[in-house]
């Protein structure tokens, strides 16, 4: 009689084992992760915040002080069961960081595979970095919120659209942000070059090099406002962050123009990529994602633009132990008062998680980060990566 438990042969790996029996036959039960990275801006990192009572929603416990957020479209991708074959569970390495610029990029990507979660080779990257240099920040800023009421921003867009003409600083921060991403020539200071360089170093690295298979998703943005037929109420509301000083108005040329910008950057990102092949880069447009869920929707109010689950972008709103509850007055403006700290902003590196909730205006809220996640599980499968469900 055989011994079964003496005879059975167990050959194992890091990865996969084998278990033999003479009655059976051998059976091999096989584990691949499907090992990837994440890299980009705080579009990507989400903006961790404290809010009421300090509970924590940072990724990491902020350890690098890159704001990553738990419920970053990377993070809910490592966590979703739905998109992976049996034996193939991803394993992320969330290098993102708030505040990062294209330059900073490459730096991210070759940390992708220092070990980090027992990763050291990287089957698929996502990117998303553009936006700082873009300085959509300083858009927000001089347009949408201007926080210092001792400072002159000059007139409202709607009033000031010549940019070869500006007057007031809204029109300067547009004019500013379409001049880089519109700059044809091939020299660093524009959009384009930029953009080829960074790719490119990605795609040269030898962390890209240590799976063949390698490929790296770009990931535009999304338009920030709703300008269609019934957005009308829009035009006369603010989000200026001080009630006691300027309080610039939603125009509808204004909510166009920060639209048409957001289309420009993803349409440079789109002819790029096409430099490229196709099998090593590809764009993720998630911009469609967020129809009808953007700022100034139809039937929309003011309420409903800081603390509404159907607006999927943060405003300058003061944090609070969740959506459905908000403070007895929804107006940030009457909450914070206009004590806001200078130093805010996309390059300020402060990496303070108790001002996260001034940084996050104008990112993906958890919903948006769904979507995100959505778009980029739909570029597995159309790419037919391996562990990946058809």
Wanted: charged residues 25%; proline residues 6%; glycine residues 8%.
């Amino acid at each position: 009689m055989l011994d079964l438990k003496r005879n059975a042969l167990l050959l194992g790996t890091a990865t996969s084992f084998c278990i033999a029996t003479p009655v059976d036959g051998p059976i091999e039960l096989r584990v691949k992760p499907i090992q990837y990275c994440e890299i980009g801006d705080s579009y990507a990192s989400g903006v961790a915040w404290v809010g009421a009572f300090n509970q924590d929603n940072a990724y990491d416990g902020n350890k690098d002080g890159c704001l990553r957020i738990n419920h970053a479209s990377a993070a809910q991708l490592a966590n979703d069961k739905s998109w992976y074959e049996k034996g193939y569970p991803p394993k992320l390495n969330f290098k993102a960081c708030s505040g990062a610029q294209l330059v900073d990029m490459k730096p991210q990507m070759d940390s992708c595979v220092d070990g980090s979660n027992d990763i050291r080779n990287v089957r698929f990257t996502v990117m998303t970095s553009g936006g700082n240099n873009a300085k959509f920040f300083d858009i927000a800023e001089r347009c949408v919120y201007q926080r210092y009421k001792d400072h002159d921003y000059g007139p409202d867009f709607k009033d000031d659209q010549d940019l070869n003409r500006c007057k007031g600083d809204c029109c300067k921060a547009i004019k500013a942000s379409q001049d880089y991403i519109q700059a044809s020539t091939w020299s660093p200071g524009g959009l384009q070059f930029d953009l080829w360089r960074t790719i490119r170093d990605i795609v040269d690295s030898s962390a890209a090099h240590k799976d063949p298979n390698h490929k790296l998703y770009v990931t535009g943005y999304a338009q920030f406002w709703s300008n269609d037929k019934g957005t009308d109420w829009c035009n006369r509301e603010s989000f200026g962050a001080d009630p006691t000083g300027h309080q610039p108005t939603l125009s509808s040329e204004l909510r166009s123009k920060m639209n048409s910008l957001v289309q420009l950057i993803n349409s440079k990102y789109v002819s790029v990529i096409t430099l490229f092949e196709k099998k090593q880069v590809g764009f993720i447009d998630i911009d469609p994602r967020f129809e009808k869920h953007r700022f100034c929707e139809p039937g929309s109010g003011h309420r409903e633009q800081y603390y509404s689950d159907d607006t999927w972008f943060w405003n300058l709103s003061f944090p609070v132990l969740t959506e459905s509850e908000p403070p007895e007055d929804p107006i940030l403006r009457e909450i914070v008062g206009g004590n806001f700290d200078r130093d805010i902003g996309p390059n300020s590196k402060t990496g303070n998680i108790g001002k996260g909730y001034q940084m996050r205006p104008f990112h993906p809220k958890d919903p948006g980060h769904t979507r995100i996640k959505e778009a980029v599980i739909q570029a597995l499968k159309n790419d037919k990566v391996e562990g990946v469900k058809p």
